[in-house]
């Protein structure tokens, strides 16, 4: 018997597109999240990039959730994409506070997630791993070819951190084991946000998963533009 702990849902919650496949027709939108949380027992949240949390949006995240519930939550872009890792540790460790404050122990992942633009460098890695905190669960996703290589994955294993994998149009979608929770994030491919993955493919992603013997294991479909991301994590609970 595996002892993997499976986490899986979606990077979205909140989209017309999904009635009435998923939402009722006649469910008020008020009532979504709860509806979602009926069906998937994490989140991955995305809004975070765009404004950092504070404390009271954290803990309102909190209180609307059941017991159990997890929340992966995706770093502000200042940090990743403006800073790009400089001179913002104090808005790190603010990120950090509000999340593990407000989340409590609703708190799964912290997802750092770099610009295309951002290449592997052994400068660039230094900087990514000496700005997180390794009391946290920390995953980092690269949308850069250049990171997948050896050298990356053993500095990151060494430091704790979660090499975050993906299905991406433009990146490799190989599982790589960095740290005994793992992390995939299903963008859609061919087709970005938009595209659908048949169930040979996700059989597969779970089979490579578990050959890898993670412990914990997080997966979010952000495929959610359409209908796609929750029909394939509704399937995907169902084959795991």
């Known amino acids: 018997m595996e002892n993997l702990k499976l986490h899986i849902g979606c990077s979205s919650y909140y989209n017309s597109n999904w009635k009435p496949e998923f939402y009722p027709e006649g469910l008020a939108k008020s009532k979504w999240f ?111 070819e250049s990171w997948w290589k050896k050298e990356v994955f053993e500095i990151l294993e060494k430091n704790k951190i979660i090499f975050c994998n993906v299905s991406h149009p433009t990146l490799p979608d190989s599982i790589f084991k960095t740290n005994s929770i793992g992390y995939f994030r299903f963008h859609g491919s061919p087709k970005m946000f938009y595209s659908s993955y048949n169930k040979d493919y996700l059989e597969q992603i779970l089979s490579e998963i578990r050959k890898n013997s993670f412990e914990e294991f997080y997966i979010y479909f952000n495929n959610t533009a359409s209908t796609a991301g929750v029909l394939n994590a509704l399937e995907m609970k169902n084959l795991a």
């Open 34 to 144: 709860d509806f979602y949380c009926e069906h998937f027992s994490t989140y991955e949240m995305n809004g975070t990039f765009y404004k950092a949390p504070t404390l009271k949006v954290m803990q309102n995240w909190y209180d609307k959730s059941p017991e159990g519930f997890i929340y992966a939550v995706k770093a502000p872009k200042t940090i990743t994409h403006l800073n790009r890792f400089k001179d913002c540790k104090d808005e790190i460790k603010t990120f950090y506070q509000a999340c593990k404050e407000g989340l409590k122990d609703k708190l799964g992942p912290l997802l750092f997630q770099l610009p295309p633009s951002f290449h592997y460098s052994e400068e660039n890695l230094e900087l990514v791993v000496n700005s997180l905190d390794s009391s946290f669960k920390n995953a980092v996703e690269f949308r850069h």
